[in-house]
């Protein structure tokens, strides 16, 4: 898990399935097509996940920040 993202912001399996997909595209060079074909979705899917995952980890940093500006 990186610095900053706790494991119970990521709590729910759809979350962690956003999690690991946009892990997997940052650290293994596979385009998401390869991606899709290996985890049997379609690209807009991964399109959408890696979307959902960008968020999740932006909400994460901001809420962070907050706490480390306010303290």
Do not use: H
């Amino acid at each position: 898990m990186p610095p900053g993202i706790k494991q119970k912001s990521l709590s729910s399996n759809v979350k962690k399935k956003f999690y690991v997909l946009y892990i997997t595209k940052k650290t293994v060079t596979l385009l998401y097509i390869e991606i899709a074909d290996m985890l049997g979705i379609s690209v807009k899917t991964i399109n959408i996940y890696i979307a959902k995952a960008l968020g999740l980890i932006s909400e994460a940093l901001k809420n962070n920040l907050k706490k480390i500006i306010c303290e």
